[in-house]
């Protein structure tokens, strides 16, 4: 194993002897005579672990071991005691210290812990890594389009972010929500905390509440231990409050008070817990209608109106289809092993023609199925669902032609399929959602190989 490690001894012969110990292990060893010249090495280099005396000219290896903790959280601090001092030693973890050893007598404990100290350190070093892809992948910059109104959208969050300010994000079911809320979080001095999404229409009115702030053991039949709500599981985080609208009104106040002070009551306690979370609610109900009508307390609405933010819908951003889609493609022909490399002109027509009503959400699953469908290296008009291909030429007779039609279309449909499963009618069948039998009638009836 590797990594550098920071020797702090104000004795130069264990100094040296523990540096030849641990270089043979494969460490870099940076020394320190006192606390003075080891913060400026801190400075200067990548340290993995700290290897301290207890007892140092100018200070305190203990107390130090605080310092380090606050400066470098990913440093690990291994402490020197001369007599195995035991108030020292609690002293020491209490402090932030990985472990301590009795100085002299245990050097060979020294490896093994040291080991032990930087397995530690490069399991938090992969997890930041992957906390930053994570916050990478649900920034703004990963926010799809280039329409006015959805950079609209993404100038107010990209200003709002920074601050502890409650947002409402208002928008139809489908138009990324969620995505606006994790990348404002992401772009908070809250990002390393935890972000909580909830879906208040999700659950009943007493299940929310538990979710919501937690209970006492024996607040309920079936509580039979204390348990935390998402209000203090978001702790120095953001709590995401999907469909705000659908919370019932008894749980309302509740909510309010946590807006107004910090602070709310579990379920069976008597006591309030105190927070500190941000809230970010989002809604696709009008608020100030559900107020008028008495279902949603118009001083909560105030309090969550203070920063919105309208999501357009995907029909009113309809020059961004073909890059979520272009997305979208390149997403599920990665996860099937598809060859697919694009989109010819007459799909890309058919979607800019159709009317999102379940918006990115919608076309994200009609790409999904239009890549599993297709068996050639581009998407074309006939790998869409019967909806977008039902057309009826002009000066024909409507009622035959419409028959015709989805007839037409039909037989195509269950031709690719077939195509798409090599002839396996079962498994035909299946992608269908028709029965075997159903499925030879039709074949029959369509005269299809």
């Known amino acids: 194993m ?22 043979l292990e494969g460490f870099t060893v940076f020394e320190a005579a006192d606390l003075k010249s080891a913060g400026k090495m801190l400075e200067r280099e990548s340290i993995d672990v700290v290897l301290s005396d207890v007892k140092l000219p100018d200070g305190s290896g203990v107390a130090n071991a605080a310092n380090i903790r606050s400066k ?59 906390e930053q892809q994570v916050g990478k992948r649900y920034s703004f910059d990963n926010i799809i389009g280039s329409s006015t109104r959805i950079r609209e959208a993404i100038a107010l969050a990209q200003r709002v972010a920074p601050t502890d300010t409650t947002v409402l994000l208002l928008g139809e079911t489908g138009t990324g929500k969620e995505v606006f809320a994790q990348a404002i979080h992401n772009g908070s001095k809250r990002a390393g905390q935890a972000f909580l999404p909830l879906n208040c229409s999700a659950f009943t009115k007493d299940l929310l509440e538990s979710e919501l702030f937690g209970h006492k053991a024996g607040a309920f039949t079936g509580a039979m231990k204390d348990k935390k709500g998402l209000i203090e599981e978001a702790h120095n985080g953001t709590l995401f409050l999907d469909e705000i609208g659908e919370m019932h009104i008894d749980l309302q106040s509740k909510l309010l008070r946590v807006l107004e002070n910090n602070e709310f009551i579990k379920v069976g306690d008597t006591k309030p817990t105190k ?45 961004d289809i073909p890059a979520l889609a272009a997305h979208y493609l390149s997403l599920f022909a990665a996860k099937t092993n598809s060859r697919l490399t694009g989109m010819n002109k007459d ?17 994200k699953n009609i790409m999904e199925r239009a890549v599993i469908l297709s068996d050639g290296n581009e998407l074309t008009k006939e790998n869409l669902p019967l909806e977008f291909q039902q057309s009826a030429p002009s000066g024909a007779d409507n009622n035959t032609l419409s028959a015709f039609s989805l007839a037409s279309v039909e037989k195509l449909h269950i031709q690719r399929v077939l195509n798409h499963t090599r002839g396996n009618k079962t498994e035909a069948a299946k992608l269908l959602n028709i029965g075997l039998t159903t499925l030879y009638r039709k074949i029959e009836e369509y005269h299809l190989s």
């Open 2 to 23: 590797s990594g550098n490690i920071l020797l702090i001894d104000d004795e130069e012969k264990l100094r040296s002897l523990l540096k030849r110990i641990i270089s």
């Open 72 to 130: 470098y959280p990913s440093v690990e601090i291994i402490l020197l005691t001369a007599y195995g001092n035991i108030p020292d030693g609690v002293q020491a973890m209490k402090n932030g210290a990985f472990d301590y050893i009795t100085k002299g007598d245990d050097n060979e404990k020294i490896i093994p812990l040291l080991n032990r100290a930087m397995e530690q350190v490069q399991l938090r070093k992969r997890v930041a890594q992957l």
């Open 347 to 363: 799909f890309l027509s058919q979607l800019q023609q159709h009317s999102w009503k379940g918006n990115i959400r919608e076309l």
């Open 275 to 319: 927070v500190n979370v941000r809230v970010i609610a989002a809604t696709n109900r009008g608020l100030q209608q559900e107020v008028d009508n008495g279902r949603f307390r118009e001083d909560l609405f105030y309090r969550l109106n203070v920063f919105t933010i309208n999501l357009p819908s995907l029909n009113e951003r309809k020059d």
